[in-house]
């Protein structure tokens, strides 16, 4: 896929209007002339549907695309279920910005509606660090579409799994289960890990071994507590446990940390 390499460095875009939402008119289409410069286009609610090239896509919330200078989209919606749309117009001086295809289906809405939010509560204060804010959301927003495009088959499940991934390394002190955690993501424990090994490459287990690890590296280093503390902070009841467990995964013992 063209250009994905140059988002891994920052995106020189300059933003030419101001992030802005629009709910769309009961009898709206859009048949836009050649676009001059590039267009982020996100759906926030409502159903309808766009045509570019020749291809169309189904319109719902979540669906997001970043039109580039020569594209001439076209679109329709719901008078009863009409779009809320947020976007802006921009440029960059870097090629590769706009994925292939155009749109995406980015699956964390709650992310896309806040980064909309601030997007333009940022610009409409008025300040420089408010429009700069506002064009650090807009690179937000690109990544997301990017990381859509490239990982289409990306169901629901795998939203639910990144959030109990996020559970454990936000508490791994916890007594966690394997049985606990395949319930939050309404699989069985078969079902459960196999997703799990798919999408982290380790095992439910090793995965809060290693953020336990990682937790107590933070502790050893930045705060006051001993091997013991820390060993029983995270769950460890065998601190000679905990200790050749933090040998394996850092090559360090713990001690050597404080």
């Not at 939050?184 to 798919?198: D, G, M, P």
């Not at 006051?224 to 040998?247: E, H, I, N």
Request: aromatic fraction near 8%; proline fraction near 7%.
């Amino acid at each position: 896929m063209r250009g994905v390499g140059l988002l891994l460095h920052p995106l020189p875009l300059t933003r030419l209007s101001p992030p802005t939402f629009w709910r769309c008119e009961p009898n709206w289409s859009w048949v836009s002339p050649e676009l001059s410069d590039h267009l982020l286009w996100c759906v926030l609610d409502g159903r309808g549907r766009l045509e570019l090239d020749g291809n169309q896509q189904d319109l719902s919330p979540g669906v997001c695309a970043v039109f580039q200078p020569g594209d001439a989209p076209r679109a329709t919606h719901d008078p009863r279920r009409r779009l809320l749309v947020f976007g802006m117009h921009f440029e960059t001086s870097r090629y590769g910005v706009v994925p292939q295809p155009r749109w995406g289906d980015v699956m964390d809405r709650e992310l896309l509606n806040a980064l909309a939010r601030t997007s333009d509560s940022s610009y409409r204060r008025g300040d420089a660090l408010g429009r700069r804010q506002a064009e650090l959301c807009l690179e937000q927003l690109i990544g997301l579409i990017w990381d859509a495009v490239q990982h289409p088959t990306r169901a629901a499940t795998d939203t639910v799994i990144d959030e109990v991934a996020r559970q454990l390394r936000q508490d791994p002190g916890r007594d966690w289960s394997v049985a606990e955690m395949a319930e939050k993501a309404a699989l069985s424990r078969a079902q459960f890990s196999r997703r799990f090994v798919k999408q982290f490459g380790m095992s439910p287990a090793q995965y809060l071994i290693q953020a336990r690890i990682d937790r107590a590296h933070q502790l050893l280093t930045e705060s006051g507590m001993t091997v013991t503390q820390t060993a029983t902070a995270l769950g460890y009841t065998d601190v000679p446990y905990f200790s050749r467990q933090y040998k394996q995964r850092t090559g360090r013992n713990p001690s050597q940390e404080r």
